[in-house]
């Protein structure tokens, strides 16, 4: 495939726009147009956000916050992950040097 920009019509909450991407990241961008398009009707139904504007920024701020969310369970996952990583290195060295200890 292509990495040439080439035009695109996508939807947003019931508004279309023309952006030009990559033709093998067309799937992508209509996937992720469909998700905001999702998530800004969901921000309009609660009644509580009025306006175009209001309803893209609230939207954009859900998603920054689960995203930053995301990344902070990914990173205390990886830490949890690397110490018992560490942990269980440890019991293998441990057993390591009991059997040597033990074959002398």
């Not at 920054?64 to 369970?73: I, M, R, T």
């Amino acid at each position: 495939m292509s990495n040439e920009n080439v035009p695109i019509t996508i939807k947003v909450l019931d508004k279309e726009f023309r952006i030009a991407c990559p033709a093998s990241e067309q799937a992508s961008l209509i996937e992720s147009a469909n998700y905001l398009s999702d998530k800004m009707r969901e921000v309009r139904d609660t009644g509580k956000v009025i306006g175009m504007d209001r309803i893209a920024v609230m939207t954009a701020l859900n998603l920054a916050h689960e995203l930053l969310q995301s990344k902070s369970e990914q990173a205390d996952f990886s830490h949890n992950f690397g110490h018992r990583l560490e942990l269980l290195q440890d019991k293998i060295d441990t057993a390591l040097n009991n059997s040597k200890q033990m074959e002398l």
